[in-house]
């Protein structure tokens, strides 16, 4: 098979730079990207950063309207500009800078768009909507092996058909030439996953990927998507709203609330002790096997409006912990014990309460 | 029919092809009622009028009482109306589309003029696609920008002033004052359809560049086009092959509607430029009262929109892979 | 925006960033998100779903509030907008003038003096006058009663059938709807103009009734077809379903039910029909097929000032003006009150 682009396919450089073997796959330091619109500007992300090393799995986890979505957009550089910006923070690829100022608009853009799918890939939620309803799913797969490693049709098409396979879809043979419609959900979500994996990517950023499927169907993804980490060795970043689902494959876990960071850990860390008054509240609000709770204790009031965040700590008004420190000054990430941090002044006294 | 099948064949032969198949021979099925039936109404809404069918076929010209007997004979108009219908249709089905007043077959006046109805109708259809998906493409593309504002209400105005008003500005433009084109008549060739075809056409042609740019910012905004942009393809790739033919679908749909209105347009067209076509005819024979003529020529031309019209739901059921199962 | 849900909103909440904007959603059980890219779906739906799912709950009063929010909004974005404002006016002028044409004439049309024959426009005859010697003007001005007549009257009968038609189809659908929608097929294939002409052809008289029921006729086959897929749509929601659960009859469903919120792309339509069937009256009339002399049309004088479009080009241009700025009125009163109307259907 003619091997087009030689840059994306040669593991030790990304365009004209060498990757930096001791680098983290993906670092993202303090990220903050703004939506111009109508009514004023939209802070979705605010100061957000992580690391992710290989093999490794990072949740983001967060309600609607955290910022969670757009940190992974601002990251693939697929993000709509305008009205969207990354005003501010550095992304960087195995130690290679993604970012590069724009002199005109004076936000930051996404300047290495060889990594956008060959070494660092997206599955998204809905797949009935996410792949094109007119070309047929071994098009569609085919497509990545066509344009970016010069196959052929024929190629493409064997190569496609081996994905499917590897996502476990069965008959892959016969089912290559059917269109997206003609798939149930988590068979579509599969023949997503594996156009995210066809280019062997470093990343996988897996955008609420089971949020529209069934229950059953939902652990079956996760248990692929894990599998097939253990396999490759990628990273994968896990955006959902979804603890059970955390709960099963995160190592490490970032919980995100008005486009900050709110609390950062370990899986257990975070599960058996949260440490800020959010991460508390969702475990208080979900049903869990390895808890007795008397009831479930949704939290109060909802999440705020991006076009005027809270002052201070965002939570602040629905926070039960709150003082009158908690509107002037807006906690900083604070170390608890090794990877664990939280955002809050009183995280002691979450802690004490659990 | 037959062209049909044949160019469905293939189709139909390989595993992509039988749902298409199925959804063309439904197509077709659902395509003969509705022939017998435009047919029909179109006899009935002549010969069923209130009145004398007579004054239908000659109108007010005082007929000699042989005359009125020879009409009444061929016309078969002593016979029930359902029975003159079958016969009327099985005289179409044999190219038979009767005759006009001094007995001469219409059919003849149609094959006379139907080579200019055709390449005015090919050119303004030619017209209308380039001119008019070109701009909305582009327009689509660059929202917002002047380009787009520019189409926007260039084909707003276009669509307002009414095609024979747009016919003699055209005429004095570009025939009287810039002598570009000649104001009238026709030509052997297709320069002097140039002109008429461009008036022709250019109702629909601001139609088909406001529904693509619409249909192309819809799907630029679509869950897809975010995944195309993730799979790392290039903007013109996720614009000119996916968008795009997403985008087409309800053009297509517009066109196949449109070549009726081009027929039909065309009869204001031919009569402003004073071109020998089939609208002309129809234009000249309703003027005679010549009721027979118009009745066939207008036959001939809703079968040929009707045919078009399955043809391009062909096309549809080609480009939409989802359409084949309605 | 000033919020809406009680007591959970909590104190030092954000100010409100559009001062002048009305409560839009206070008691009302709507189903989109003003801003769907900043607020939260969170906690807000799920209440509106416990809201709606509440027993006892008279689903006519959801439905009704809903509605009235729907057009309620609709007619605050409406009043604010230039296009709507302007294609307001000139379809309130043009009316006007239809009605009381002698209000803003300068002659009576029909005072005709052959001396005064194609007379070039001047302080007098402020269009000049025709070749039989009329006042331009006044004739121009009178031609306005004719098109507007039939526009209205045309689309008023067009409406009525196919919103009967229309819901019947997409209500009731199967065998109702299949010959329903065959007959329309068989419409669709017959254009306008052609039909326009093979009718007329043939009828003895030609007035302002002839016409109208001839454009009534070929006409009705669009719109309905756009009512059987807008009630189609309606009849999906699921209020409908609970509507006949408490055993509303069939007709009371879809009078009270689904037109209400299948209405909005039809009196987009209908406006812009409008415009189209007074320039199809013009076309009939210019083809000779229409009005005939003395009726007094825009199309009939396009006809005659064929002819002299080089040596009298304005006995053109003045009808014509005043046609294509009738119907591009029409046009844009549709454009306003789809972009008013559309989004909040999505």
Same mark, same amino acid.
């Not at chain 1, 957009?73 to 100022?101: C, H, N, W």
């Not at chain 3, 005064?116 to 031609?143: A, I």
């Given at each position: ?125 809905? *797949? ?40 476990? !879809? ?66 994968? !970043?896990? !955006? ?67 076009? *005027? ?12 912990? *709150? ?28 802690? !004490?309460?659990? | ?80 109306? &359902? ?142 086009? %975010? ?17 795009? %033919? ?7 749909? &517009? ?24 609208? %002309? ?40 892979? %989802?359409?084949?199962?309605? | @925006? ?10 030092? @909440? ?49 439905? /009704? ?24 006016? /000139? ?154 659960? /408490? ?85 844009? @009163? ?13």
């Amino acid at each position: 098979m003619a091997k087009n682009n030689d840059t994306n396919t040669r593991s030790d450089m990304v365009g004209d730079t060498p990757i930096d073997p001791g680098a983290p796959f993906l670092e993202v330091e303090n990220l903050h990207v703004e939506f111009h619109i109508e009514d004023g500007t939209v802070k979705a992300v605010n100061g957000l950063s992580y690391k992710l090393a290989k093999h490794e799995t990072l949740a983001i986890l967060g309600e609607s309207g955290s910022g969670k979505s757009v940190s992974a957009q601002a990251v693939m550089g697929i993000l709509d500009t305008p009205p969207g910006y990354v005003t501010q923070g550095s992304v960087k690829f195995r130690g290679v800078e993604l970012l590069a100022p724009n002199s005109k608009t004076g936000a930051l853009d996404h300047a290495v768009p060889e990594v956008r799918g060959t070494r660092i890939a997206m599955v998204f939620q809905d *797949a009935l909507t996410a792949l094109n309803p007119v070309f047929t799913v071994g098009w569609q797969l085919g497509e990545m092996f066509r344009v970016h490693k010069g196959a052929s049709r024929k190629e493409a098409k064997e190569k496609a058909i081996e994905m499917m396979e590897r996502v476990n !879809i069965p008959s892959a043979r016969e089912r290559v030439n059917s269109y997206p419609h003609e798939f149930s959900g988590g068979m579509r979500q599969r023949v997503m996953i594996a156009m995210a994996l066809s280019m062997d990517p470093d990343v996988i950023i897996a955008d609420e990927p089971t949020t529209a499927l069934d229950v059953t169907v939902q652990s079956q993804i996760m248990e692929l998507l894990s599998d097939l980490q253990k396999e490759t060795g990628m990273g994968l !970043i896990l !955006i959902t709203h979804d603890l059970a689902v955390v709960a099963e494959v995160a190592d490490r876990v970032v919980v995100m609330y008005a486009g900050r960071r709110m609390e950062t850990g370990g899986i257990d860390d975070i599960f058996h002790h949260p440490s800020h008054p959010y991460t508390l509240g969702l475990m208080d609000s979900i049903a869990r096997p390895d808890v007795h709770l008397d009831r479930l204790t949704p939290i109060p009031g909802s999440p705020p409006d991006l076009l *005027a965040i809270p002052s201070g700590c965002p939570f602040h008004p629905r926070c039960t912990y *709150a003082t009158d420190r908690c509107p002037a000054e807006a906690p900083k990430l604070e170390q608890i014990a090794g990877q664990h941090s939280s955002a809050c002044f009183y995280w002691k006294d979450v802690q !004490i309460d659990i | 029919m037959v062209l049909g099948c044949s160019l469905a064949l293939p189709l139909v032969a390989d595993e992509e092809g039988t749902d298409l198949g199925r959804y063309l021979i439904r197509r077709v099925l659902q395509f003969i009622p509705v022939f017998f039936g435009a047919t029909f109404l179109i006899f009935a809404l002549v010969f069923l009028m209130p009145g004398d069918p007579i004054r239908a076929l000659s109108g007010d010209k005082p007929l000699a009482p042989e005359v009125v007997v020879a009409l009444q004979e061929r016309y078969h108009l002593d016979e029930p109306f &359902y029975k003159q219908y079958a016969i009327y249709i099985t005289n179409v089905f044999q190219g038979d589309f009767g005759s006009d007043f001094r007995g001469y077959p219409v059919r003849d006046l149609m094959l006379d003029r139907l080579p200019v109805t055709i390449r005015l109708a090919l050119l303004a259809f030619l017209f209308e696609v380039v001119i008019g998906l070109t701009a909305g493409v582009v327009a689509g593309v660059r929202k917002g920008k002047f380009f787009d504002s520019l189409v926007l209400v260039s084909t707003l105005v276009v669509i307002a002033i009414p095609i024979f008003v747009l016919g003699f500005i055209g005429q004095i433009v570009f025939g009287v004052k810039l002598g570009w084109f000649p104001i009238s008549g026709y030509r052997e060739g297709w320069y002097s359809l140039m002109l008429p075809a461009l008036v022709l056409a250019s109702l629909s042609l601001a139609y088909v560049a406001r529904l693509s740019r619409t249909s192309l910012v819809e799907n630029l905004r679509a869950d897809y086009v %975010r995944t195309a942009r993730a799979k790392g393809l290039s903007t013109s790739r996720v614009i000119g092959i996916h968008t795009l %033919r997403n985008s087409l679908i309800p053009v297509v749909t &517009y066109l196949a509607v449109d070549l009726g209105a081009l027929m039909g347009g065309a009869i204001i067209t031919e009569t402003i430029f004073n071109l020998p076509g089939l609208g %002309r005819a129809v234009f000249d024979a309703a003027r005679a009262q010549e009721g027979a003529v118009v009745i066939g020529i207008a036959t001939f031309l809703v079968i040929v929109y009707m045919i078009a019209n399955l043809l391009v739901d062909v096309l549809y059921g080609v480009l939409d892979p %989802r359409i084949r199962y309605e | @925006m000033s919020d809406t849900t009680p007591s959970d909103q909590p104190e030092g @909440m954000s100010p409100d960033p559009s001062g002048e904007e009305p409560i839009l959603y206070a008691d009302t059980v709507d189903e989109y998100l003003p801003r769907d890219v900043v607020t939260a779906a969170g906690d807000e739906s799920d209440q509106r779903e416990r809201f709606r799912q509440s027993p006892g709950l008279d689903t006519e009063l959801v439905d /009704m509030t809903r509605t009235a929010s729907l057009w309620g909004d609709a007619w605050r974005q409406l009043r604010r907008r230039p296009v709507f404002i302007i294609s307001a006016v /000139m379809i309130l002028i043009l009316v006007i003038i239809s009605l009381v044409p002698g209000l803003f004439a300068t002659h009576d049309p029909r005072d005709c003096n052959l001396i005064d024959s194609l007379l070039l426009p001047s302080s007098e005859h402020w269009f000049g006058t025709d070749l039989q010697g009329c006042d331009y003007y006044s004739r121009t001005l009178y031609g306005t009663r004719v098109s507007i007549s039939i526009g209205i009257i045309v689309v008023f009968f067009i409406t009525i059938i196919a919103v009967t038609g229309g819901s019947i189809a997409g209500y009731y659908g199967g065998v109702t709807d299949s010959i329903i929608g065959r007959i329309t097929d068989i419409w669709f294939v017959i254009p306008t103009i052609l039909g326009g002409i093979v009718i007329l052809s043939v009828t003895r008289s030609r007035n302002i009734g002839t016409v109208s029921l001839v454009l009534i006729v070929l006409g009705w086959a669009t719109l309905l077809r756009l009512v059987r897929s807008s009630v189609l749509a309606a009849k999906a929601n699921d209020y409908v379903d609970a509507a006949r659960v /408490m055993g509303a009859s069939n007709a009371r469903i879809i009078i009270r039910h689904i037109l209400p919120n299948a209405i909005a792309p039809v009196i987009i339509v209908s406006a812009i029909y409008i415009g189209v069937v007074i320039a199809a009256e013009a076309a009939l009339s210019f083809l000779g097929v229409g009005l005939q002399l003395p009726a007094i049309s825009w199309g009939l004088m396009i006809a005659t000032a064929q002819q002299r479009i080089i040596t009298a080009p304005y006995l053109l241009i003045f009808p014509g003006a005043f046609l294509s700025v009738t119907v591009f009125s029409f046009i844009l @009163m549709g454009d306003a009150l789809r972009d008013a109307l559309d989004p909040k259907l999505r």
